[in-house]
Nanobody, 124 residues
C-alpha cells in the first residue's frame, strides 16, 4: 500500500514559480512510476507530467512542456513538480498518482494510488 501527500500549492502571480512535492509512504514507492495530474473547475482531470521509477524517463503534456519539470528523489520517497512561467490557465487542483506498472500513463484510470491534491492558483 502506498499513501501520497501533495504539498507546495498556493497563490502566485502569472510568470511566477511554484514547486510541488509528492511525499509517499511505502517501501516499494521507488519502483512505481508517478504522474502529476491537474483538474480545473468544470473540467476533466488531465495529465501534466510523468516520471519513470528510476527517474530516467519523463513525459510532459504539450501544455506544460518547457515550463514544468518533474523529478524524483527515491531516497526521500518524494516526487517534485517544478512549475515555472505559470499562467492563469494553470490554475487547478494538482494531484500526484502512482502506478505499479512499468510505464508512464497519461490516462488517470491507469494509476493505482492518488493523493488528496493541492490547489494552485495563478492570478493575472
Amino acid at each position: 500500500q502506498v499513501q501520497l501527500v501533495e504539498s507546495g500549492g498556493g497563490l502566485v502571480q502569472a510568470g511566477g514559480s511554484l514547486r510541488l512535492s509528492c511525499a509517499a509512504s511505502g517501501r516499494t514507492f521507488s519502483t512505481y512510476a508517478v504522474g502529476w495530474f491537474r483538474q480545473a473547475p468544470g473540467k476533466e482531470r488531465e495529465f501534466a507530467a510523468g516520471i519513470w521509477w528510476t527517474g530516467s524517463r519523463t513525459y510532459y503534456a504539450d501544455s506544460v512542456k518547457g515550463r514544468f519539470t518533474i523529478s524524483r528523489d527515491n531516497a526521500k520517497n518524494t516526487v517534485y513538480l517544478q512549475m515555472n512561467s505559470l499562467k492563469p490557465e494553470d490554475t487547478a487542483v494538482y494531484y500526484c498518482a502512482a502506478t505499479k506498472d512499468d510505464a508512464i500513463y497519461t490516462a488517470y484510470d491507469k494509476y493505482d494510488y492518488w493523493g488528496q491534491g493541492t490547489q494552485v492558483t495563478v492570478s493575472s
